[in-house]
């Protein structure tokens, strides 16, 4: 199947199917495929936290909004995390970037508000997140993205510390009767021509 064939076919899952569950060997290939996530400078402020355990995603689930049911009848639930410490960024950069990239950071990046910089790092976690849902449309795991979830309680249940986070993605495989099946409700995109320029 080509890329573009496994991007067609993508679509964010609205029901899983709790009997199947993902293969641990996927699992592990999709940890590497966020290990070895791009971002800026290869700054990489970020953790990501699989979730699979009962107890924690029914926890989880109370605070996911109208995503409750994506978050329990999932396999996994992938939490995307940024560093909230800005202090142990730079100590980890410090220990892990070249020269080069670390003193960009304390040209353009350092000087910013608080606020920006960890805005900066958000941007890093999308980065993340695209190859991520990229990668399980490529391995033909069903996902959702979810942005309506409550950060700071997920950060209470997860006993986050030095990371906040971002945002969550639900893996798994469809139910059949998913309703927002590619087959069932076409995918809706604007004009190819509407959104891509060449110049």
Excluded at 38 to 51: A, D, H
Aim: hydrophobic share 35%; proline share 5%.
């Amino acid at each position: 199947m080509s890329f573009i064939t496994s991007m067609q076919q993508r679509y964010t899952t609205k029901k899983y199917n709790t009997s199947k569950k993902i293969e641990s060997e996927k699992i592990k290939e999709l940890q590497q495929v966020l290990q070895l996530s791009p971002s800026s400078i290869n700054s990489q402020p970020w953790k990501f936290t699989f979730v699979s355990d009962t107890d924690t995603k029914e926890q989880l689930s109370k605070v996911s909004w109208l995503n409750t049911s994506k978050v329990i009848e999932s396999d996994t639930i992938v939490v995307f995390n940024r560093i909230n410490d800005i202090d142990l960024f730079e100590k980890q950069i410090e220990e892990e970037l070249p020269e080069g990239a670390v003193g960009y950071y304390k040209e353009f990046i350092k000087p910013k508000p608080e606020e920006e910089i960890k805005a900066w790092f958000n941007r890093q976690v999308y980065l993340a997140l695209g190859v991520f849902l990229s990668a399980c449309a490529e391995m033909g795991i069903d996902a959702t993205p979810m942005e309506g979830i409550e950060p700071e309680n997920y950060d209470k249940i997860l006993n986050n510390k030095d990371y906040a986070t971002v945002v969550a993605v639900a893996i798994g495989y469809r139910d059949e009767e998913d309703f927002n099946q590619p087959d069932r409700k076409p995918k809706s995109r604007l004009a190819f021509n509407k959104v891509i320029e060449t110049v």
